[in-house]
């Protein structure tokens, strides 16, 4: 043991027993976000609920999306933007954060959240007729609507009527309103991959653009892990708005430290070590940071008997009574 350990009272036993739950853990959370990884394993389903813990470092990128939905220059302009980003990077937490901004929410109507995880086209169906559907229903469109489209439909041709039909539906319900709709992982295989613009020359009811009236402000939010598609959802490259891992380390320390209080566990100490240690570890995501913080402490053997005021000697690492639990 060097004599940094002994002063921390931290013993080899505990720093490697530690050392090897980090390692672990953090080798399984990197698996998660592997390309190895199939594409709808670490895929769930999301909401436009707050997230049920704080949110630190996105300062600049808030005020980003605020300007983006709140600018009074193009106010009756329809607006498109992609925030991309690895995953765990805070794409999702970024967006409920802006979607429940109470500045946002009184501007726009209707606000709708789109998970783009979808049941239903495990089953074999169209990915983009199940997202319709689920904008429809957000809209107060009932089941016996989709009903009657599909019957009305020839069979030959049910999927492509079937989607103009919906598209034609989506338009009618959005019209001259100031709309917001998030799109939230969007991926490759959804086939979500069209410009939503305007377009004189196309056939209308083909084209996901068909759906989104563009003359009363509406605002479309995609986010996505994958680049190339981000570019090809909009017109321009400055609508795409790239997440970046936090370059904070203390903010990194405030995600990881929240975790920690959440499990009412002791604050870990906040010395320079072991926030340099955490950035390397977490990469800068506040994902791996939370996932970090849920490791079982490290024993060190001092500190609480420094804490309770009594004589303890590191000399006796073997009483029970003068062992604590806390994070390295």
């Not at 060097?2 to 036993?13: A, F, I, K």
């Not at 009184?106 to 495990?122: G, H």
């Not at 209308?204 to 003359?215: A, E, I, N, R, V």
Request: with cysteine; glycine share 6%.
């Amino acid at each position: 043991m060097t004599q940094e350990d002994s002063s921390r009272g931290l013993t080899s036993v505990g720093r490697n027993d530690f050392t090897h739950r980090f390692a672990d853990r953090y080798k399984e959370w990197l698996r998660t976000t592997g390309e190895e990884t199939k594409q709808e394993e670490d895929r769930v389903e999301t909401n436009s609920e707050l997230p049920a813990y704080e949110i630190y470092g996105f300062e600049n990128e808030i005020k980003s999306l605020q300007h983006f939905l709140l600018d009074q220059k193009v106010y009756k302009e329809f607006k498109s933007l992609v925030i991309v980003g690895e995953h765990g990077v805070g794409k999702t937490a970024l967006c409920q954060k802006i979607f429940n901004d109470y500045d946002v929410k009184s501007v726009y109507a209707p606000w709708i959240w789109v998970s783009m995880l979808s049941n239903e086209s495990k089953e074999g169906l169209d990915g983009k007729i199940c997202v319709l559907k689920k904008i429809l229903k957000a809209l107060g469109v009932e089941d016996s609507m989709f009903e009657s489209i599909r019957r009305e439909v020839v069979e030959e041709t049910a999927k492509e009527k079937e989607l103009s039909a919906l598209l034609y539906a989506l338009h009618l319900n959005l019209r001259w309103k100031k709309y917001m709709i998030v799109f939230d992982d969007v991926r490759e295989e959804d086939n979500w991959n069209e410009v939503l613009q305007d377009g004189e020359e196309k056939q209308w009811g083909k084209y996901l653009s068909d759906g989104f009236p563009t003359g009363s402000g509406g605002r479309v939010i995609y986010t996505t892990r994958d680049e190339n598609l981000a570019k090809k959802l909009v017109a321009e490259k400055h609508e795409i708005h790239c997440l970046w891992p936090l370059s904070d380390s203390y903010s990194v320390w405030k995600i990881y430290e929240a975790m920690i209080l959440k499990r009412e566990k002791e604050p870990p100490r906040n010395d320079k070590k072991c926030i340099d240690e955490l950035m390397n570890k977490s990469r800068g995501l506040p994902l791996a940071a939370r996932l970090l913080a849920k490791l079982d402490p490290v024993l060190l053997e001092n500190e609480k008997a420094d804490q309770n005021g009594s004589n303890y000697s590191v000399n006796n690492p073997t009483s029970e009574e003068n062992k604590t639990t806390q994070p390295l």
